[in-house]
Structure formats: structure tokens, C-alpha cells
């Protein structure tokens, strides 16, 4: 039957091009995106679940900053404990020569002189071995530094800290002491090795903590790669998979076109029957 109001055959046709045509919007969008799951709309769960993989890499992101931090903070401590370090050892070298009861005055005072310098240097030093806001070594950062360890903030790294101030735990020479009489001098070369051992203790412990900071943080950023490596075999599109198949819509959409402009032609054949 040929009749002007119903026409089966547009209706399939137009159907099928519509079709066609979100299949084709959905691969020029994959294609722009190189996204097959760009919104929950494309696949709620995959989507939810490379939404949260998403929040743990950028959360390891976090991590990585703070561990960084972390590594450097650690670091500048340990330069200023091992100049500390070379100091006491000059420092032990003038005191134990200004032991020396043979000595004379004019030598000793030289002694004196380069002792107290060296000595007030320690000062200087452990004032500047800062990184950030945070100095390891002049006993303000009784906690220590707490570097994040996890994506949730739930795990934490810390690194002690070592007071390395004169006349402190490590460094139990006095900030006052000095070598002027071969007392003093003796004392000094006593107070000068009890500190060299406290010191390499300290930078022992110092050095444990940035080796355990250095191994996270490489954990850490091979976790991060593995995720996103993860998220994108979930969302990524195959995007020579889809150029194939947006030359092949667009073939079919044209032969959808001219189906539907065929099928729209069926009614002029009742004209003829009128003439």
C-alpha cells in the first residue's frame, strides 16, 4: 500500500541515521578527548572508579611535595652536622696543641684566638642550617619533621630532630669555652671527643631517616605511574580503533541519507497515478 501520511520506510530509515549519527558524535568525541569514559554518562562505573584512582594519584601528588620537603629539610641538617663536624676536629687539633705546658703565651693566645673563632662558627652554622621554616639541628623542631606517607594523610614518615647547639645533648662543648690555659685546653679536647661521638650518632640517625625518605618517594611515584597507568586502561580510547570507525559512520551515514531521501520519494509515485 502507497499512502502520503504513513511511511514505514522513511520512519526505518530516519531511525537507523539517527543511530548513525550518535554513534558518530560519541567516536568524534572519543577522539577529541582520546577518552572512550570521559563522564559517568559514558559508563557510571568506570567512571566512578577512575574518578577515585584519580583522587589517589592527585593525592600522591600531595605525598610527593611532602616528601621532597622532607628529603631537602633532612638534607641542609646534614651538611650542618658534617661542617659541624669538620669544626670539632679543627677545634680539637688548637686544643690539644694549647695542652701542650711547654707552650708559650703568645702561641697559646693564637691558639685562643682561632679556637673561639672556630667555636663561634659552630653558632653560625647551626642558626642557618634551615630548609623551609624548619631547622633539624637547633633544637626548635622538638617533633622532628612528619612527612606524609599515604594518599589519605592516614600514615606519616618522621625524621628526629638533633640539637647540635653548643653546650647542647650532641654538642656539649660550651658556647663560652675557650683554650687560654692548658686546663681549659685539656678539657676542651675531652668535651670536643665526647661531642664528635654524639655528633656521628646524630648524623647516623639523620641519615637512616633521608635513605627511608628517598626509598618512599620512590615507592610513591612508581604507585602514582601505576595508577595512572591503571586509569588510563579504563578510560583511554583506542584511537586508531576509532579512526576506522569514524570513516566507516561516516560512509554509513551518507548511504543513511540518501536510504531516507529514497524512501521520501515513494508518495511522488502516486502522481503518476493521476495524470
Known amino acids: 500500500m502507497v499512502t502520503v501520511n504513513t511511511n514505514p520506510g522513511a520512519m526505518i530509515a530516519l531511525q537507523n541515521l539517527n543511530n548513525t549519527n550518535s554513534e558518530l558524535a560519541q567516536t568524534q568525541n572519543r577522539i577529541n578527548t582520546g577518552l572512550k569514559v570521559a563522564s559517568a554518562k559514558d559508563n557510571g562505573g568506570v567512571y566512578a572508579i577512575a574518578q577515585k584512582m584519580r583522587s589517589d594519584v592527585a593525592g600522591f601528588s600531595a605525598v610527593q611535595n611532602s616528601l621532597d620537603r622532607a628529603v631537602s629539610t633532612v ?96 654538642v656539649t662543648l660550651g658556647a663560652s669555652d675557650s683554650i687560654d690555659t692548658t686546663t681549659d685546653a685539656s678539657a676542651a679536647v675531652t668535651a670536643i671527643e665526647t661531642s664528635l661521638d654524639n655528633l656521628n650518632s646524630s648524623l647516623a640517625r639523620l641519615g637512616t631517616g633521608s635513605k627511608s625518605l628517598e626509598i618512599h618517594s620512590t615507592f610513591v611515584t612508581k604507585l602514582s605511574d601505576s595508577l595512572e597507568t591503571g586509569i588510563g586502561n579504563l578510560v583511554d580510547a583506542d584511537l586508531a580503533k576509532e579512526s576506522a570507525k569514524l570513516q566507516s559512520l561516516q560512509v554509513k551515514q551518507q548511504l543513511g541519507i540518501q536510504a531516507l531521501s529514497i524512501a521520501n520519494q515513494a508518495p511522488s509515485t502516486l502522481l503518476g497515478l493521476f495524470r
Do not use: P
Not at 702561641?107 to 647551626?126: K, P, W, Y
Not at 639541628?137 to 647547639?165: K, Q, R, Y
Open 75 to 170: 638534607d641542609v641538617a646534614m651538611a650542618g652536622g658534617e661542617a659541624i663536624s669538620d669544626l670539632l676536629i679543627q677545634m680539637k687539633e688548637k686544643a690539644l696543641a694549647a695542652s701542650d705546658e711547654s707552650l708559650d703565651t703568645a702561641s697559646r693566645d693564637a691558639l685562643n684566638e682561632d679556637f673561639e673563632a672556630l667555636r663561634d662558627q659552630i653558632g653560625t652554622i647551626v642558626s642557618n642550617a634551615e630548609f623551609n621554616g624548619t631547622n633539624l639541628i637547633d633544637g626548635s623542631a622538638t617533633g622532628g619533621f612528619v612527612a606524609l606517607a599515604n594518599a589519605d594523610g592516614s600514615n606519616t614518615i618522621t625524621v628526629g630532630s638533633e640539637d647540635m647547639s653548643l653546650s647542647g645533648s650532641v
